[in-house]
């Protein structure tokens, strides 16, 4: 079923005018001058077909018709109120929801996580994986990291530089580990795993040498587990993204700003 159009503003500056029975208190309250009321109790009047004041000796006064609706009016307003405690409520929630690809997740993400949920009991976070097709709406996502050469449709920030680094033990085997999306594929592999989180562990393990997204191997050369053999450029980088109402929330925003410090 259609919904009426309805006169916000007018209605609001009925509801005002209603109370003082005063243009010019009215105007103070909502802000502007009492031309702009009486424009809009004018503009409220031929919309609705009805007279809803009256001047008279005594001063303002509101007809039977401006009665009539006030009570209802007043109730509604107060419908408005509630909805927005209730959209606030659930913005007040300190749970996120983050898709990200499951290597930067146990790589790069969690241990940031660990330490920003650290600055606040009432932190949460809820994790999916990430497809090529992001569908915030479907998946009530609040953010995102992929790994891609732009933000594409959405508001994003890059997380770091657009490299690839080759990472191992020093006495492994130069044969390379393989995984979907490897910048060296076209090489014969000593093994195959599924992702380049798991490359680096293998490459750990002394199994071989892995070329991985230089941010995920941040932790693991930090650490001492593998060695950075050799780097290069690439065209891809990791991206963290919403769409703008998701980007604008402020609880997106710390955890933004957490993960980017």
């Known amino acids: 079923m ?26 103070d309250e909502l802000a502007v001058t009492p031309a702009a009321v009486g424009q809009q109790i004018r503009t409220l009047e031929d919309v609705l077909g009805v007279v809803l004041f009256r001047r008279t000796a005594k001063g303002l006064e509101l007809t039977a018709e401006g009665e009539a609706g006030l009570a ?27 898709a990200a690809p499951r290597d930067i997740t146990a790589k790069w993400l969690a241990p940031r996580l660990a330490v920003y949920s650290r600055t606040d009991a009432d932190l949460g976070f809820a994790m999916v994986a ?3 097709a992001l569908d915030f709406t479907q998946a009530n996502l609040d953010l995102a990291i992929c790994l891609s050469a732009d933000r594409g449709e959405h508001e994003g920030i890059e997380l ?78 990791y991206w963290l993204v919403a769409p703008v109402p998701q980007w604008r929330q402020k609880k997106v925003k710390e955890l933004v700003a957490a993960l980017m410090a």
Not at 19 to 24: A, D, G, N, Q, V
């Open 2 to 27: 259609k919904r009426t159009h309805l006169p916000l503003n007018g209605l609001r500056v009925l509801d005002a005018a209603a109370r003082y029975l005063s243009f010019t208190r009215a105007a």
């Open 72 to 98: 209802a009016l007043r109730r509604g307003f107060l419908e408005f109120e509630e909805a927005v405690r209730a959209m606030q409520a659930q913005q007040s929630s300190k749970r996120l929801t983050i």
């Open 130 to 132: 990430a497809d090529e």
């Open 160 to 237: 770091g530089p657009r490299s690839y680094v080759t990472v191992g033990l020093t006495d492994a085997p130069e044969r390379a580990i393989g995984w979907p999306g490897c910048p060296h594929e076209d090489r014969d592999p000593i093994i195959s795993v599924a992702d380049a989180g798991l490359a680096i562990d293998a490459a750990a393990a002394g199994l071989g040498q892995a070329t991985v997204p230089a941010l995920l191997a941040e932790g693991d050369i930090a650490a001492g587990r593998v060695r950075a053999l050799d780097t290069m450029e690439s065209k891809i980088g």
